[in-house]
């Protein structure tokens, strides 16, 4: 009995002491609630004793009125806020504070509906904010399609953070944002983290669901994307981005869900430079990882390990990788696996389009083999143009297996044949060998076994050690030079239909079974071949040198060459 008196005197010593806390004002830290307590700053705040959130004015009149540098405690239910336009508007949230939720859809901010557009229900009242957290509630941006568009959370400034937050109920005029984190005005905006937060019960028009952007080249940003989960339908008419980069640098992407809308990743202006897309899932896509932007370039971009699906339809062409509008350079897409959802019959379903690229590495993916074979239209002018230095390599079907049609290695940074050097052309092997610091091979090359081969142009040598002639080719007196020449040199005319043998290497022809015969080739003045015997008949077999006269039957030739061959 005395251990139980114990135990209940320290646990009533216990509550007493937490009651005395509740009522203590900490400095900068408040809590509103949506009872009715009367309370309006700088009146109650405590625990126990909270500011009013019970009404639209009531919960207006203290958000705004609190100091900077506040930790602001929503507890439980549902506040409504009617957003100012002017003083002391466009939004409560000021530098420095620490908006805190009691949990998504537990702690709920819900925007009137006849708000001015482009209001949101939680956004900075001043130019630039620092160090503003907002968490773990939902906040409903109660548009009115099509007049009135809602942002969700709109912060502007640096090194702040949106985390646990779920977005619903926005509809946009002119890209209204759900989630951003934007920088108009520092010289460079550091720090900022969007994670674990929700975007969904889209409304339409066009919206950018998630936005980490700057104002200018002059006004980066950079931040984290981590772990969110956006889930819109596919949007194939309104511009619905799920995630918009504009002047965004050294940002991470990663562990999202995102499925539908019309653009999964996108930069309508301003480029984003230094990113790392990994890990993330790419549902119902219609356009994947599309910058498209047409006044900056896209720089060292590492797209890895990404699950995407593209949605086909009937209607509109999906792409999974979408790169063009400036010049843009260092891609990286590897790892990644993507498939398509759906069967249209339409333009189809593509892998990449890409225009002025330089240094482009498509290695070790995953690709449905539906997307390879869809791929008609991949390299020609349309889907691929003035991309240079493209290695594009060990990409595999769903299955394993090497993808031949898709891969185009490269030698020295010079795209070759799929297939390997062994059925490359003669103008890739040729530069590709240069790249890598060996000679250049011939222009055209002869392998064993080639039939229907016609050789031209100048030949030096005597033609020994040649084997297998096949004298039932020696038709028509064309014979075979490479094959058949023993004794050459030049042949001058010596007047009266006498020609004379100069400049010969002097040899000697040994007996091949047969007399030799001796035939001069010569050209016409348009320049065409003919061989003419001489018409001596079987002569013995002599050295043939400098000096040695005979006689031309048919037309006087122009040039000549002496040759002695054996049939």
Known sequence: MKKILLKTAAVMSLLLALHATAQIQYSNEF??????????YPSGGTLDNPLDGSTESNFTANVYALPPNSVIHLLPGLFKEYNYWGDPGPGWVK???????SGIDVTIIQLDSTAHDGLGVLNNNSGSCQNVEISDLTADANSAPPSIGHPGVTIEGTENAIRRVKVINNYGIGETDGLALNNYTQPDSEGNIIEECVVSNYLGGSVDAINLGGGSPTNMISGIIRNNRVDFPPEEVASVFLINLCFAQNTLIE????????????????????????????????????????????????????NISLLWTNNFSSVAFHFWGSPQSDIKIIGNTIQTSGSGSGDGAYIMNASDLTGLDFKDNSVESLLVSNQVALWTPYRYTNVVNANIDNNYDLYGNYLYELNVPTLGGVSVSSFG??????????????????????????????????????????????????ASQLSSGRIPLAQLAYCIGTVRHAGAGSYILTNSVGCT?????????????????ANNPYYVVAGLGPIPYLTYTNGFTFAVSGTTPTNYCFVVFSP
């Open 421 to 470: 050097l062994s059925l490359i052309s003669s103008a890739e092997a040729s530069s590709a060998l240069t790249n890598l610091g060996l000679p250049s091979n011939p222009a055209n090359v002869v392998t064993n076994n080639e039939t229907g081969v016609t050789l031209s142009g100048t030949f030096s040598g005597n033609g020994g050690g040649l084997t297998n002639l096949n």
């Open 31 to 40: 809590w509103i609630s949506t009872n009715a307590t009367g309370n309006i």
């Open 95 to 101: 530098t420095g504070d620490k908006i805190i939720g």
């Open 509 to 525: 022809i040994t007996n091949g079974g047969y007399p030799p015969m001796i035939g001069v080739l010569f050209t016409t003045p």
């Open 255 to 306: 562990g999202n869900y995102f499925s539908g809308g019309n653009v999964q990743i996108h930069c309508d202006t301003g480029g984003f430079y230094n990113t790392i897309i990994a890990h993330n899932f790419f549902l119902n896509c219609l356009d994947g990882i599309a910058p498209q932007t047409v006044d900056a370039n896209e720089d060292h971009i590492t797209i890895a390990f990404n």
